[in-house]
Protein backbone atom coordinates (compact mmCIF):
# COMPACT_ATOMS: atom_id res chain seq x y z
CA UNK A 1 0.00 0.00 0.00
CA UNK A 2 1.61 3.52 -1.17
CA UNK A 3 1.83 6.63 1.07
CA UNK A 4 3.50 9.89 0.44
CA UNK A 5 5.99 10.47 3.62
CA UNK A 6 7.57 13.42 3.68
CA UNK A 7 11.42 13.38 5.17
CA UNK A 8 11.17 17.32 6.07
CA UNK A 9 7.81 17.89 7.79
CA UNK A 10 6.79 20.62 6.09
CA UNK A 11 7.55 19.99 2.58
CA UNK A 12 6.23 23.10 0.72
CA UNK A 13 9.08 23.44 -1.62
CA UNK A 14 11.13 20.11 -2.12
CA UNK A 15 9.39 16.96 -3.51
CA UNK A 16 8.81 14.53 -0.85
CA UNK A 17 9.32 10.69 -0.66
CA UNK A 18 6.90 8.53 -1.91
CA UNK A 19 6.16 5.41 -0.85
CA UNK A 20 6.09 1.84 -2.34
CA UNK A 21 2.80 0.32 -3.05
CA UNK A 22 3.59 -2.05 0.04
CA UNK A 23 3.17 -0.58 3.20
CA UNK A 24 0.29 -0.40 5.41
CA UNK A 25 -1.25 2.83 6.43
CA UNK A 26 0.19 3.63 9.84
CA UNK A 27 -1.54 7.21 10.50
CA UNK A 28 -4.40 6.98 12.88
CA UNK A 29 -7.49 8.93 11.15
CA UNK A 30 -9.16 9.28 13.74
CA UNK A 31 -7.72 10.39 17.08
CA UNK A 32 -7.98 7.31 20.29
CA UNK A 33 -11.32 8.20 22.64
CA UNK A 34 -9.27 6.07 25.24
CA UNK A 35 -7.60 8.21 28.06
CA UNK A 36 -3.75 6.77 27.56
CA UNK A 37 -1.72 6.22 31.06
CA UNK A 38 0.58 8.57 30.87
CA UNK A 39 2.94 8.28 33.59
CA UNK A 40 2.40 11.55 34.70
CA UNK A 41 0.21 11.40 37.79
CA UNK A 42 -3.07 13.34 36.46
CA UNK A 43 -5.69 13.88 39.00
CA UNK A 44 -9.05 12.75 37.55
CA UNK A 45 -10.79 16.45 38.14
CA UNK A 46 -8.05 18.99 37.37
CA UNK A 47 -8.48 22.63 37.68
CA UNK A 48 -6.96 25.33 35.32
CA UNK A 49 -5.21 27.99 37.46
CA UNK A 50 -4.97 31.13 35.01
CA UNK A 51 -5.17 31.67 31.49
CA UNK A 52 -4.56 28.44 29.64
CA UNK A 53 -5.14 29.97 26.26
CA UNK A 54 -2.15 29.74 24.19
CA UNK A 55 -2.89 33.27 22.51
CA UNK A 56 -1.52 34.98 24.96
CA UNK A 57 1.97 34.24 23.70
CA UNK A 58 3.40 36.90 20.92
CA UNK A 59 4.78 34.56 18.17
CA UNK A 60 8.32 35.38 18.59
CA UNK A 61 11.06 33.26 20.18
CA UNK A 62 14.51 32.63 20.81
CA UNK A 63 15.33 28.92 20.05
CA UNK A 64 19.18 27.88 21.58
CA UNK A 65 19.54 31.56 21.26
CA UNK A 66 18.78 31.61 17.69
CA UNK A 67 15.76 34.37 17.66
CA UNK A 68 12.91 33.94 15.37
CA UNK A 69 10.93 37.40 15.19
CA UNK A 70 7.62 38.70 13.79
CA UNK A 71 8.97 39.71 10.60
CA UNK A 72 9.61 35.53 10.29
CA UNK A 73 6.38 34.51 10.89
CA UNK A 74 4.67 37.05 8.60
CA UNK A 75 7.04 36.16 5.97
CA UNK A 76 6.18 32.46 6.62
CA UNK A 77 2.88 32.66 6.90
CA UNK A 78 2.78 34.73 3.45
CA UNK A 79 4.58 31.89 1.83
CA UNK A 80 2.79 28.94 2.75
CA UNK A 81 -0.86 31.25 2.42
CA UNK A 82 0.71 31.61 -1.59
CA UNK A 83 1.37 27.92 -2.21
CA UNK A 84 -0.97 26.32 -0.52
CA UNK A 85 -3.50 28.71 -1.75
CA UNK A 86 -4.80 29.03 2.23
CA UNK A 87 -7.22 31.95 3.23
CA UNK A 88 -7.23 32.27 6.87
CA UNK A 89 -10.29 33.95 8.77
CA UNK A 90 -9.63 36.70 10.34
CA UNK A 91 -10.61 35.19 13.82
CA UNK A 92 -8.48 32.14 13.07
CA UNK A 93 -5.37 34.16 12.17
CA UNK A 94 -3.84 34.05 15.95
CA UNK A 95 -3.94 29.81 15.79
CA UNK A 96 -2.41 30.23 12.08
CA UNK A 97 0.47 32.30 13.59
CA UNK A 98 1.39 30.03 16.57
CA UNK A 99 1.29 27.01 13.96
CA UNK A 100 3.94 28.90 11.71
CA UNK A 101 6.19 29.42 14.83
CA UNK A 102 6.00 25.76 16.02
CA UNK A 103 6.90 25.32 12.03
CA UNK A 104 9.68 27.36 12.24
CA UNK A 105 10.77 26.63 15.72
CA UNK A 106 11.03 22.68 14.49
CA UNK A 107 12.76 23.68 11.43
CA UNK A 108 15.48 25.93 13.44
CA UNK A 109 15.94 22.65 15.51
CA UNK A 110 16.61 20.55 12.79
CA UNK A 111 18.84 23.24 11.30
CA UNK A 112 21.15 23.49 14.28
CA UNK A 113 21.66 20.32 14.69
CA UNK A 114 22.58 19.90 11.18
CA UNK A 115 25.11 22.12 11.97
CA UNK A 116 26.31 20.42 14.78
CA UNK A 117 27.51 17.36 12.92
CA UNK A 118 29.30 19.78 10.23
CA UNK A 119 26.65 19.65 7.66
CA UNK A 120 26.06 23.26 6.12
CA UNK A 121 24.37 24.43 2.85
CA UNK A 122 25.83 26.36 1.12
CA UNK A 123 24.65 29.28 -1.07
CA UNK A 124 24.94 28.35 -3.96
CA UNK A 125 23.04 25.25 -3.30
CA UNK A 126 20.41 27.46 -2.05
CA UNK A 127 20.54 29.50 -5.23
CA UNK A 128 19.61 26.28 -7.65
CA UNK A 129 17.16 25.10 -5.44
CA UNK A 130 15.56 28.27 -5.51
CA UNK A 131 15.87 28.29 -9.05
CA UNK A 132 14.65 24.34 -9.60
CA UNK A 133 11.51 26.30 -7.62
CA UNK A 134 10.79 29.03 -9.69
CA UNK A 135 10.96 26.87 -12.97
CA UNK A 136 8.42 24.00 -11.81
CA UNK A 137 5.94 27.49 -11.19
CA UNK A 138 6.82 28.61 -14.79
CA UNK A 139 8.83 31.49 -13.47
CA UNK A 140 12.17 32.79 -13.14
CA UNK A 141 13.50 33.50 -10.30
CA UNK A 142 13.29 36.84 -10.45
CA UNK A 143 9.34 36.61 -11.11
CA UNK A 144 9.11 34.01 -7.81
CA UNK A 145 10.77 36.52 -6.07
CA UNK A 146 8.37 39.58 -7.30
CA UNK A 147 5.19 37.16 -5.91
CA UNK A 148 6.53 36.34 -2.72
CA UNK A 149 7.23 40.19 -2.20
CA UNK A 150 3.95 41.28 -3.36
CA UNK A 151 2.45 38.72 -1.29
CA UNK A 152 3.72 39.54 1.89
CA UNK A 153 6.86 36.90 1.53
CA UNK A 154 10.04 36.62 1.28
CA UNK A 155 12.90 34.85 -1.26
CA UNK A 156 15.00 34.65 2.01
CA UNK A 157 11.81 32.60 3.99
CA UNK A 158 11.91 30.25 1.60
CA UNK A 159 15.98 29.62 1.25
CA UNK A 160 15.21 29.39 4.84
CA UNK A 161 12.84 26.53 4.35
CA UNK A 162 14.84 25.32 1.63
CA UNK A 163 17.81 24.93 3.78
CA UNK A 164 16.23 23.41 6.86
CA UNK A 165 14.84 20.66 4.44
CA UNK A 166 18.11 20.16 2.43
CA UNK A 167 19.69 20.23 6.44
CA UNK A 168 17.94 17.28 7.84
CA UNK A 169 17.60 14.80 4.72
CA UNK A 170 21.34 15.39 5.20
CA UNK A 171 21.43 14.67 8.09
CA UNK A 172 19.05 11.62 8.37
CA UNK A 173 21.07 10.10 5.48
CA UNK A 174 24.45 10.37 7.22
CA UNK A 175 23.56 9.49 10.78
CA UNK A 176 20.00 7.14 10.15
CA UNK A 177 20.59 5.94 6.49
CA UNK A 178 23.37 3.55 7.31
CA UNK A 179 21.46 1.87 10.27
CA UNK A 180 18.55 1.10 8.52
CA UNK A 181 18.37 -2.28 7.21
CA UNK A 182 15.37 -4.71 5.73
CA UNK A 183 16.01 -8.47 5.04
CA UNK A 184 15.11 -10.52 2.45
CA UNK A 185 12.55 -12.30 4.25
CA UNK A 186 10.13 -8.65 5.06
CA UNK A 187 10.28 -7.71 1.02
CA UNK A 188 9.34 -11.29 0.12
CA UNK A 189 6.44 -10.88 2.78
CA UNK A 190 5.18 -7.34 0.95
CA UNK A 191 5.21 -9.49 -1.86
CA UNK A 192 3.16 -11.91 -1.11
CA UNK A 193 0.93 -9.83 0.59
CA UNK A 194 0.63 -7.49 -2.76
CA UNK A 195 -0.45 -10.59 -4.93
CA UNK A 196 -2.98 -11.91 -2.35
CA UNK A 197 -4.72 -8.65 -2.71
CA UNK A 198 -4.30 -8.37 -6.56
CA UNK A 199 -7.83 -6.60 -7.90
CA UNK A 200 -8.87 -4.87 -3.98
CA UNK A 201 -9.82 -1.37 -4.58
CA UNK A 202 -7.93 1.04 -3.48
CA UNK A 203 -8.45 4.95 -2.70
CA UNK A 204 -6.17 7.77 -3.32
CA UNK A 205 -7.65 9.59 -0.27
CA UNK A 206 -7.67 12.89 2.13
CA UNK A 207 -9.12 13.43 4.70
CA UNK A 208 -10.25 16.97 7.28
CA UNK A 209 -10.71 15.62 10.97
CA UNK A 210 -12.42 17.84 13.28
CA UNK A 211 -12.59 16.36 16.73
CA UNK A 212 -16.56 17.10 18.85
CA UNK A 213 -18.60 16.37 21.49
CA UNK A 214 -22.18 15.75 22.28
CA UNK A 215 -22.06 19.36 23.94
CA UNK A 216 -20.31 20.91 20.07
CA UNK A 217 -21.36 18.21 18.11
CA UNK A 218 -23.80 20.73 15.94
CA UNK A 219 -21.34 23.49 16.03
CA UNK A 220 -18.80 21.28 14.51
CA UNK A 221 -20.87 19.97 12.07
CA UNK A 222 -21.88 23.90 10.75
CA UNK A 223 -18.57 24.42 10.57
CA UNK A 224 -17.58 21.33 8.45
CA UNK A 225 -20.32 21.95 5.99
CA UNK A 226 -19.28 25.34 5.60
CA UNK A 227 -15.60 24.25 4.59
CA UNK A 228 -17.31 22.07 2.23
CA UNK A 229 -19.10 24.80 0.82
CA UNK A 230 -15.92 26.86 0.46
CA UNK A 231 -14.16 24.31 -1.61
CA UNK A 232 -16.83 23.32 -3.93
CA UNK A 233 -16.89 27.59 -4.44
CA UNK A 234 -13.28 27.23 -5.01
CA UNK A 235 -12.90 29.99 -2.28
CA UNK A 236 -10.12 27.18 -0.95
CA UNK A 237 -8.26 24.11 -1.56
CA UNK A 238 -8.51 21.08 0.35
CA UNK A 239 -4.60 20.89 1.16
CA UNK A 240 -5.10 24.14 2.69
CA UNK A 241 -8.17 23.76 5.03
CA UNK A 242 -6.58 20.42 6.01
CA UNK A 243 -3.21 22.00 6.68
CA UNK A 244 -5.14 24.81 8.92
CA UNK A 245 -7.53 23.01 10.37
CA UNK A 246 -7.93 19.64 10.51
CA UNK A 247 -7.13 17.55 13.57
CA UNK A 248 -5.49 14.16 12.24
CA UNK A 249 -1.72 13.14 12.40
CA UNK A 250 -2.21 13.75 8.27
CA UNK A 251 -2.39 17.77 8.65
CA UNK A 252 1.05 18.44 8.23
CA UNK A 253 0.42 16.05 4.75
CA UNK A 254 -2.12 18.23 3.93
CA UNK A 255 -4.66 15.75 4.94
CA UNK A 256 -3.12 13.15 2.59
CA UNK A 257 -3.90 9.40 3.50
CA UNK A 258 -2.13 8.09 0.34
CA UNK A 259 -3.43 5.09 -0.74
CA UNK A 260 -5.65 3.15 1.51
CA UNK A 261 -8.46 0.08 1.09
CA UNK A 262 -12.42 0.27 2.58
CA UNK A 263 -11.30 -2.48 5.45
CA UNK A 264 -8.08 0.24 6.69
CA UNK A 265 -10.72 3.13 7.48
CA UNK A 266 -13.15 3.34 10.26
CA UNK A 267 -16.77 1.88 9.25
CA UNK A 268 -18.41 5.37 8.25
CA UNK A 269 -15.87 6.38 6.16
CA UNK A 270 -15.52 3.37 4.86
CA UNK A 271 -19.14 3.23 3.41
CA UNK A 272 -18.40 6.94 2.41
CA UNK A 273 -15.40 6.18 0.43
CA UNK A 274 -17.29 3.14 -2.00
CA UNK A 275 -19.67 5.35 -3.36
CA UNK A 276 -17.61 8.10 -3.93
CA UNK A 277 -16.54 9.39 -7.40
CA UNK A 278 -12.71 10.41 -8.39
CA UNK A 279 -12.65 14.19 -7.29
CA UNK A 280 -15.32 14.25 -4.83
CA UNK A 281 -15.64 16.02 -2.00
CA UNK A 282 -18.38 14.33 0.83
CA UNK A 283 -19.09 15.00 4.38
CA UNK A 284 -19.22 16.37 7.42
CA UNK A 285 -18.99 12.23 8.21
CA UNK A 286 -19.87 11.41 11.80
CA UNK A 287 -17.18 9.40 12.81
CA UNK A 288 -16.25 8.58 16.66
CA UNK A 289 -15.31 11.41 18.14
CA UNK A 290 -16.16 13.99 15.66
CA UNK A 291 -16.29 14.72 12.01
CA UNK A 292 -14.63 14.25 8.54
CA UNK A 293 -14.62 15.81 5.39
CA UNK A 294 -13.01 13.39 2.64
CA UNK A 295 -11.91 13.52 -0.89
CA UNK A 296 -11.30 11.11 -3.55
CA UNK A 297 -8.16 11.61 -5.37
CA UNK A 298 -7.89 8.74 -7.30
CA UNK A 299 -8.78 4.91 -6.88
CA UNK A 300 -7.26 1.81 -8.68
CA UNK A 301 -7.41 -2.04 -7.88
CA UNK A 302 -4.07 -3.39 -6.86
CA UNK A 303 -1.86 -5.19 -9.55
CA UNK A 304 -4.72 -4.85 -11.90
CA UNK A 305 -4.06 -2.65 -15.48
CA UNK A 306 -6.65 0.77 -14.45
CA UNK A 307 -9.18 1.84 -16.79
CA UNK A 308 -8.33 5.34 -16.26
CA UNK A 309 -5.00 4.87 -17.69
CA UNK A 310 -6.69 3.86 -21.43
CA UNK A 311 -5.92 5.97 -24.13
CA UNK A 312 -8.90 6.98 -26.11
CA UNK A 313 -9.32 8.13 -29.77
CA UNK A 314 -12.23 10.78 -29.40
CA UNK A 315 -14.90 12.79 -31.69
CA UNK A 316 -16.05 16.15 -30.20
CA UNK A 317 -19.12 17.48 -30.97
CA UNK A 318 -19.62 21.45 -29.97
CA UNK A 319 -22.71 23.50 -30.74
CA UNK A 320 -22.45 26.84 -29.77
CA UNK A 321 -25.15 29.35 -28.58
CA UNK A 322 -25.07 32.39 -29.83
CA UNK A 323 -24.73 35.60 -27.08
CA UNK A 324 -27.75 36.18 -24.86
CA UNK A 325 -29.10 33.22 -24.93
CA UNK A 326 -31.63 32.70 -22.22
CA UNK A 327 -31.27 29.42 -19.48
CA UNK A 328 -34.84 28.78 -21.48
CA UNK A 329 -33.62 28.44 -24.90
CA UNK A 330 -30.42 26.76 -24.34
CA UNK A 331 -32.53 23.44 -22.66
CA UNK A 332 -34.62 24.09 -26.18
CA UNK A 333 -30.78 23.97 -28.30
CA UNK A 334 -29.62 21.00 -25.80
CA UNK A 335 -32.92 18.74 -26.58
CA UNK A 336 -32.34 19.56 -30.35
CA UNK A 337 -28.71 18.69 -29.93
CA UNK A 338 -29.17 15.35 -27.96
CA UNK A 339 -32.07 14.00 -30.06
CA UNK A 340 -29.33 14.70 -33.18
CA UNK A 341 -26.62 12.49 -31.50
CA UNK A 342 -28.91 9.55 -30.96
CA UNK A 343 -28.49 9.50 -34.63
CA UNK A 344 -24.76 8.89 -35.17
CA UNK A 345 -23.79 5.57 -35.82
CA UNK A 346 -19.89 5.30 -35.54
CA UNK A 347 -17.23 7.63 -35.96
CA UNK A 348 -17.85 7.74 -39.49
CA UNK A 349 -21.56 9.63 -39.03
CA UNK A 350 -20.52 12.63 -37.16
CA UNK A 351 -19.24 14.73 -39.95
CA UNK A 352 -22.84 14.12 -41.38
CA UNK A 353 -24.71 14.89 -38.07
CA UNK A 354 -22.30 18.15 -37.14
CA UNK A 355 -23.37 19.17 -40.63
CA UNK A 356 -27.40 19.08 -40.42
CA UNK A 357 -27.28 20.87 -37.07
CA UNK A 358 -24.47 23.34 -37.67
CA UNK A 359 -21.89 21.72 -35.07
CA UNK A 360 -18.06 21.81 -35.21
CA UNK A 361 -16.25 18.42 -35.04
CA UNK A 362 -12.56 18.15 -33.58
CA UNK A 363 -10.60 15.47 -33.06
CA UNK A 364 -8.24 14.05 -30.49
CA UNK A 365 -6.68 10.73 -31.05
CA UNK A 366 -4.37 10.71 -27.83
CA UNK A 367 -6.68 11.56 -24.91
CA UNK A 368 -6.04 9.54 -21.46
CA UNK A 369 -9.20 8.67 -19.47
CA UNK A 370 -7.66 10.41 -16.52
CA UNK A 371 -6.81 13.29 -18.00
CA UNK A 372 -11.03 13.71 -18.45
CA UNK A 373 -12.96 15.65 -16.33
CA UNK A 374 -13.85 13.12 -13.17
CA UNK A 375 -17.57 13.49 -14.79
CA UNK A 376 -16.45 11.75 -17.63
CA UNK A 377 -14.34 9.24 -17.13
CA UNK A 378 -16.54 7.28 -15.74
CA UNK A 379 -19.04 7.63 -18.57
CA UNK A 380 -16.22 6.98 -20.85
CA UNK A 381 -15.10 3.88 -19.40
CA UNK A 382 -18.40 2.51 -19.71
CA UNK A 383 -18.69 3.44 -23.24
CA UNK A 384 -18.45 0.77 -26.68
CA UNK A 385 -16.86 2.10 -29.78
CA UNK A 386 -19.15 4.45 -31.59
CA UNK A 387 -20.99 5.70 -28.96
CA UNK A 388 -21.42 9.03 -27.92
CA UNK A 389 -21.62 10.93 -24.17
CA UNK A 390 -24.88 12.47 -23.14
CA UNK A 391 -24.84 16.21 -23.96
CA UNK A 392 -22.60 18.52 -21.53
CA UNK A 393 -22.02 21.83 -21.63
CA UNK A 394 -22.91 25.20 -19.75
CA UNK A 395 -24.62 28.85 -21.78
CA UNK A 396 -20.99 29.95 -22.08
CA UNK A 397 -19.53 27.56 -23.40
CA UNK A 398 -21.86 25.71 -25.50
CA UNK A 399 -23.24 22.02 -25.68
CA UNK A 400 -21.08 18.99 -26.64
CA UNK A 401 -20.67 15.66 -27.08
CA UNK A 402 -17.95 13.05 -26.79
CA UNK A 403 -17.76 10.14 -29.92
CA UNK A 404 -15.81 7.07 -28.64
CA UNK A 405 -13.47 6.32 -31.85
CA UNK A 406 -11.21 3.79 -30.10
CA UNK A 407 -9.34 2.68 -27.14
CA UNK A 408 -5.98 1.14 -26.52
CA UNK A 409 -6.48 -0.35 -23.22
CA UNK A 410 -3.28 0.10 -20.55
CA UNK A 411 -1.47 -3.39 -19.84
CA UNK A 412 -1.70 -5.00 -16.65
CA UNK A 413 0.16 -4.22 -14.05
CA UNK A 414 2.96 -6.11 -12.45
CA UNK A 415 3.71 -5.89 -8.88
CA UNK A 416 7.10 -3.88 -8.18
CA UNK A 417 10.47 -4.90 -7.46
CA UNK A 418 11.85 -6.42 -4.71
CA UNK A 419 14.33 -3.22 -5.40
CA UNK A 420 11.63 -0.69 -5.06
CA UNK A 421 10.11 -2.37 -2.19
CA UNK A 422 12.90 -3.14 -0.05
CA UNK A 423 13.87 1.17 -0.60
CA UNK A 424 10.45 1.93 0.67
CA UNK A 425 10.79 -0.03 3.37
CA UNK A 426 13.57 1.45 4.44
CA UNK A 427 12.73 5.14 4.03
CA UNK A 428 9.32 4.44 6.02
CA UNK A 429 12.19 3.41 8.75
CA UNK A 430 14.18 6.51 8.53
CA UNK A 431 11.35 8.47 8.63
CA UNK A 432 10.18 6.75 12.06
CA UNK A 433 13.31 7.12 13.37
CA UNK A 434 13.68 11.08 12.05
CA UNK A 435 10.21 11.76 14.32
CA UNK A 436 12.12 10.56 17.10
CA UNK A 437 15.04 12.65 16.52
CA UNK A 438 13.03 15.70 16.46
CA UNK A 439 10.94 14.98 19.23
CA UNK A 440 14.11 14.71 21.20
CA UNK A 441 15.59 17.79 19.69
CA UNK A 442 12.41 19.75 21.42
CA UNK A 443 12.74 18.09 24.38
CA UNK A 444 16.09 19.15 25.36
CA UNK A 445 15.77 22.85 23.24
CA UNK A 446 15.60 26.04 25.54
CA UNK A 447 12.86 27.83 23.75
CA UNK A 448 12.34 31.52 25.54
CA UNK A 449 9.16 32.80 23.64
CA UNK A 450 8.81 36.68 23.66
Known amino acids: MSKNRKMARF ?5 ATTMIGATALTAQTVPDQTVPDTGLNLPDNLQIFGNADPNIRKPTAIVNETVITGTDVDQRLALISTLRGIRVPPEQMDQFRLQVLRQLIDETLQIQEAANNKI ?17 MQRSPAELTQMLEAAGGSEQSMKRQIEGELAWGRLLQRQVEP ?8 VQSVIQRLEASKGTEEYELSEIYLAANPANAQQIAQRASAMIDSLRQGQNSFQGIAFTYSEATTRAQGGSLGWVRSAMLPAPLAQAVQTMQVGQVVGPVEVPGGFSILYLTDKRQVLTADPRDAVLSLRQLTLNFPSGTTESQASQTVARFATAIQGINGCGGVQAVAQSIGANVVDNDAVRVRELPPQLQEILIQLQVGQATPPFGSVESGVRTLVLCGRDDAPGTAAPSAERIQ ?28
Do not use: F, H, K
Open 179 to 186: MVNVSESE
Open 11 to 15: GLVLA
Open 120 to 136: SITPQELNQSYSRVAQN
Open 423 to 450: RGLEQERVNLRAQRMLRDLRRDAVVEYR
